[in-house]
């Protein structure tokens, strides 16, 4: 059962790597699936099986390379104390790192765009972290929209203005803006 759950994972990141190699070559508007699995080598079926779309591919790239990583290092800042904006310098340097991909990628906007798999994936991190705070339900999804948007609006700007800040200094800028209010929060035990 392995080998065959081994074999299913390396075939979805082929189709992952096949189509991060053809964005960088292509604008992602203009990409088909049918060139996606031609560079990849598999069938339209074979990619269906793991992808919904092109942006499901999209998705699955961030949740591999930032989301699923991050959780780890999240877990590691609950028990060990670990700072946030470490976290959130992290994620920075994670884009940086692969900056010409993901400003081609962040500049398809509309339905299933980059922008709104960020900001799903920041508010569910965002409803975690208020989750021991006080608050309404209605309090905790205003706060949680409030934080995953700005949070996504302030990358994705990053993004298609060239990275031009380092990325430690955009978590400090985040950091600075936004980590004394969840501080005086916790102080206040709302």
């Given at each position: 059962?392995?080998?065959?759950?081994?074999?299913?994972?390396?075939?979805?990141?082929?189709?992952?790597?096949?189509?991060?190699?053809?964005?960088?070559?292509?604008?992602?508007?203009?990409?088909?699936?049918?060139?996606?699995?031609?560079?990849?080598?598999?069938?339209?079926?074979?990619?269906?099986?793991?992808?919904?779309?092109?942006?499901?591919?999209?998705?699955?790239?961030?949740?591999?390379?930032?989301?699923?990583?991050?959780?780890?290092?999240?877990?590691?800042?609950?028990?060990?104390?670990?700072?946030?904006?470490?976290?959130?310098?992290?994620?920075?340097?994670?884009?940086?790192?692969?900056?010409?991909?993901?400003?081609?990628?962040?500049?398809?906007?509309?339905?299933?765009?980059?922008?709104?798999?960020?900001?799903?994936?920041?508010?569910?991190?965002?409803?975690?972290?208020?989750?021991?705070?006080?608050?309404?339900?209605?309090?905790?999804?205003?706060?949680?929209?409030?934080?995953?948007?700005?949070?996504?609006?302030?990358?994705?700007?990053?993004?298609?203005?060239?990275?031009?800040?380092?990325?430690?200094?955009?978590?400090?800028?985040?950091e600075r803006?936004?980590?004394?209010?969840?501080?005086?929060?916790?102080?206040q035990g709302?």
């Amino acid at each position: 059962m392995v080998e065959k759950e081994q074999v299913l994972h390396e075939t979805a990141l082929k189709i992952m790597r096949s189509f991060h190699k053809l964005v960088m070559e292509k604008d992602f508007t203009k990409l088909t699936v049918a060139e996606i699995c031609e560079a990849a080598q598999v069938s339209r079926k074979t990619f269906y099986k793991y992808f919904k779309d092109k942006n499901d591919v999209v998705e699955q790239i961030l949740i591999k390379d930032i989301i699923a990583p991050m959780e780890k290092l999240r877990e590691l800042y609950i028990n060990m104390d670990l700072p946030s904006g470490m976290i959130l310098e992290w994620q920075y340097q994670q884009f940086y790192k692969d900056r010409k991909f993901y400003e081609r990628i962040s500049a398809f906007t509309g339905q299933n765009s980059f922008y709104e798999f960020v900001l799903k994936h920041s508010s569910e991190i965002i409803t975690n972290k208020l989750k021991p705070l006080k608050l309404s339900d209605l309090e905790h999804e205003y706060m949680t929209y409030f934080y995953a948007s700005s949070h996504t609006m302030l990358l994705v700007k990053w993004m298609k203005d060239g990275m031009l800040i380092p990325p430690k200094l955009m978590a400090s800028y985040y950091e600075r803006w936004t980590i004394p209010i969840f501080q005086n929060y916790d102080e206040q035990g709302r």
